[in-house]
């Protein structure tokens, strides 16, 4: 079983739509979580960190549910400009490295 | 703030070269700095941890012979590949983390090609 697995898509939505992702993750030892965006040929940037009370940070929300071992994330009224891959992040210590584990990514693509 | 610049951001080299990338974090002090390889429609994979003024711990298939890091310093981390082969061709990418959080920040990336 992958460490972190995702819907690797395409979502093709059309813009002011909501999109939800979700991530799977294996393990239960985990301590942080957070999404990533990454567009075409560029670093992965922190959208947001993961909290387990959910947190939002104006369109965007993301909840965390630890016995389920899943996290989501909720874009609400999408813009072109979101589209991009959505990395699901897991933070997963191993002999003291703090190493992150990423997933493979979902593409979402905004239509006009 | 929490800016991180790596160089070379692209190099072509030829078979059985090797290739220096640097890694720095520019305002502020890294005291782990992580260098993952990304290739095509794959996701992240993290190669190796690197402490400040410590060997770096490398993850499992990782050749720490072929894959060389040097973390002289608390704001610059080198990874050198050695005798370089097409299969190495891909996108290394490093992040740093002042230690504070779990939070890392990356690098803009290198892409390596190997003819």
């Known amino acids: 079983r992958k460490e972190v697995e995702q819907d690797p898509g395409p979502f093709n939505v059309p813009e002011g739509a909501t999109v939800a992702f979700n991530c799977t993750y294996s393990?239960?030892?985990?301590?942080?979580f957070f999404w990533y965006r990454q567009d075409c040929r560029k670093e992965p940037k922190l959208l947001m960190s993961?909290?387990?009370s959910g947190n939002e940070d104006g369109r965007f929300t993301a909840q965390l549910n630890r016995a389920s071992q899943y996290i989501s994330l909720l874009i609400r009224d999408s813009k072109l400009s979101d589209s991009a891959t959505y990395l699901c992040?897991?933070?997963?210590?191993?002999?003291?490295?703090?190493?992150?584990?990423f997933g493979k990514g979902t593409h979402l693509i905004i239509q006009p | 703030g929490a800016v991180v610049s790596q160089h070379p951001s692209r190099v072509i080299c030829k078979s059985g070269t090797s290739v220096k990338i640097e890694c720095r974090s520019l305002d502020f002090q890294a005291t782990t700095m992580f260098w993952y390889r990304q290739f095509p429609k794959q996701s992240l994979m993290l190669m190796a941890t690197?402490?400040?003024?410590?060997?770096?711990?490398?993850e499992q298939g990782v050749e720490k012979d072929k894959f060389l890091i040097n973390h002289a310093s608390l704001t610059l981390s080198t990874l050198t590949v050695t005798s370089a082969h097409p299969e190495d061709s891909s996108f290394y990418i490093c992040s740093a983390s002042s230690g504070f959080s779990y939070e890392q920040y990356f690098g803009p990336g290198t892409r390596l090609t190997v003819t």
């Open positions: 993961v909290y387990s």
């Open positions: 690197s402490n400040e003024g410590s060997k770096a711990t490398y």
């Open positions: 393990n239960s030892a985990s301590q942080s």
């Open positions: 992040v897991v933070n997963s210590r191993r002999g003291g490295a703090d190493g992150l584990t």
